[in-house]
């Protein structure tokens, strides 16, 4: 039989397994693992962000190079795997460059939206009364206002550009990081640390980029994660009613607003950027809810 050996402020005592609790078990704590839907949709967002990344190096034929004489052409077909469109233009080379053109789009749009709201809630949380009501009631307007309906009255006006686009999706959703933020710094200011590092002679720029914003950087993500699938969507409606990207150029919604008049003859045209929008997105909101449940204090 053996004995542990057990150290106590300077004193050495022997337990036989007998003084011990025979029928203690203990117990390890489990590794936290992934859940299989997030890793999946992860996987499926790095699968596309390489495929907008190297988008040059990969496609097999320029998006506007045809062939009238395989137009249409099915999936399978040698030298074009998802098949050809009405002009002979390779599929899966267009839908390489729509993935990068609807990130870019969305992803620009998605940090544009995150860095006003964030501000504007800054400054209502700053100053309050009257820049406080301000703010507020843009909010408040901004979230009553019919997005979709303004962005067609703004690109039929002005016409469509790319850095119009962008700009216009980044106004889409700035009311919710104006509010996140606003709440949250005035939370951070009541709780006392805010005002001990004022107390210390810093400004209240130093105060909400240095100390303030890390602690609520972590909500203000998983509020980009849900808006960044909302963006895509918009984006691809536009595009699909076709004041969004302009020919040559191509996104997802693009393909699928060109695709639909082929859809009982050649419906791979569409299928494909629609498959990828559907995915994308799901992606997204996966991966955002798991993000909330990770980085939420109150649900832990």
Known sequence: ???????????????????????????????????????????????????????????????TQMDLSARLSPPGTPGH????????????SRLFQSVRVSLVIAFGA???????????????AQFRGIIEHLVVMLADFQAALPFLIMSLAVLAFFGSSMILLVGLMGFYGWERYARIARGLAISAGAQGYA???????????????????????????VSMTLT?????????????????VQPPDTSLGNMVGFGREYL????????????????TT??????????????DPTIR
């Open 1 to 63: 039989m053996h004995s542990q050996r057990i150290e106590r402020k300077g004193q050495m005592s022997l337990v036989t397994p007998t003084e011990t609790a025979p029928h203690r078990v203990v117990t390890l704590p489990r590794k936290r693992r992934i859940p299989l839907a997030v890793a999946a949709g992860l996987g499926w967002l790095a699968l596309m962000v390489i495929c907008a990344v190297f988008a040059d190096l990969i496609r097999p034929y320029d998006i």
């Open 81 to 92: 795997w998802l098949g050809t469109d009405e002009l002979g233009r390779d599929v899966l």
């Open 110 to 124: 998605t940090i544009i939206s995150a860095v006003f709201g964030t501000t504007l809630g800054f400054l209502a």
């Open 195 to 221: 005002a001990a590092v004022v107390q210390l002679g810093a400004t209240p720029r130093r105060v909400y980029l240095n100390h303030i914003l890390p602690n609520v950087a972590s909500t203000l993500i």
């Open 228 to 244: 960044f699938p909302e963006i895509i969507l918009m984006e691809s409606g536009l595009s699909f009613l076709g004041l969004g």
């Open 264 to 279: 009982t003859t050649a419906p791979w045209i569409m299928l494909g950027p629609a498959v990828v929008i559907m995915f």
């Open 282 to 295: 799901l992606s997204i909101s996966l991966v955002g809810d798991w993000l909330r449940d990770k980085l």
